[in-house]
């Protein structure tokens, strides 16, 4: 059973460029989360989305920034008009219900983006 | 405005003693808790949670105290080995997020514990 995966790995934009993050959840999870770590921070959450549904976006930036998660392949995290404050490594989660006691979310190992 | 507070940076113990890890919380509304456990370039690996209606949960070598009234938790590792050196994060969650609370997890900042031979 394969963990959450990531890809890119290692993503490098120019300003203005368009970033496009995928993850795919672990096989029977149909709930995602995406974070966001700054360096010298703790991880903060953007959104949660389940199966072709936001959830909730309240940790989204109000501009530039988007999230989907169709009903088939993986949720992607999209970020245009990239700008170097945007440098950052994305995570993503997955569970099989929304996370709380007995259902934790599994991490991928992350996406690096730099923004030069 | 950080609702969860991890005010170590960095914590070195020697191999076999206890590590003690400390998270404090602001926002009364959590009612679970998580730890988290991160190596370099990798993504977090869940540890150990506890839900507030505990004030403790054991598993293995990892014993975690909740104090709700002092909104404080600890992750005890007892006995510490060298593979445990890597950053801890503290992190919380509301069974009913209110008032633009997320559906997420809060997380801190972490905590860099460097296991000692």
């Known amino acids: 059973n394969a963990g959450v995966m990531q890809n890119p790995r290692h993503l490098v934009r120019r300003r203005g460029q368009e970033a496009r993050l995928r993850c795919s959840p672990m096989?029977?999870?149909?709930?995602v989360y995406w974070y966001r770590q700054l360096p010298e921070e703790g991880l903060k959450f953007m959104v949660y989305?389940?199966?072709?549904?936001?959830?909730?976006e309240s940790g989204m930036p109000k501009e530039r920034f988007s999230a989907e998660f169709p009903k088939e392949g993986p949720s992607i995290l999209r970020i245009q008009q990239v700008v170097r404050g945007d440098s950052a490594a994305y995570f993503c989660?997955?569970?099989?219900?929304?996370?709380?006691?007995?259902?934790?979310?599994?991490f991928g190992q992350g996406t690096r983006l730099t923004v030069v | 405005d950080q609702q969860v507070k991890q005010n170590s940076p960095s914590l070195s113990v020697q191999e076999g003693r206890i590590s003690i890890l400390n998270c404090d919380y602001t926002?009364?509304?959590?009612?679970?808790f998580l730890w988290y456990k991160k190596y370099p370039a990798e993504g977090p690996t869940f540890l150990i949670s506890?839900?507030?209606?505990?004030d403790k949960n054991e598993d293995g070598r990892f014993t975690v105290f909740l104090n709700k009234s002092a909104k404080h938790l600890s992750l005890h590792i007892v006995p510490s080995q060298p593979g445990d050196s890597a950053v801890y994060f503290c992190?919380?969650?509301?069974?009913?997020?209110?008032?633009?609370?997320?559906?997420?997890?809060?997380f801190g900042k972490g905590t860099h514990l460097i296991i000692q031979p």
């Open positions: 989660a997955s569970s099989p219900n929304r996370q709380g006691p007995g259902t934790e979310a599994f």
């Open positions: 096989k029977g999870h149909s709930h």
């Open positions: 989305l389940q199966k072709e549904n936001i959830i909730d």
């Open positions: 926002n009364s509304m959590f009612d679970y």
């Open positions: 506890i839900s507030s209606i505990k």
């Open positions: 992190a919380a969650s509301a069974a009913f997020p209110s008032g633009g609370g997320a559906d997420g997890l809060t």
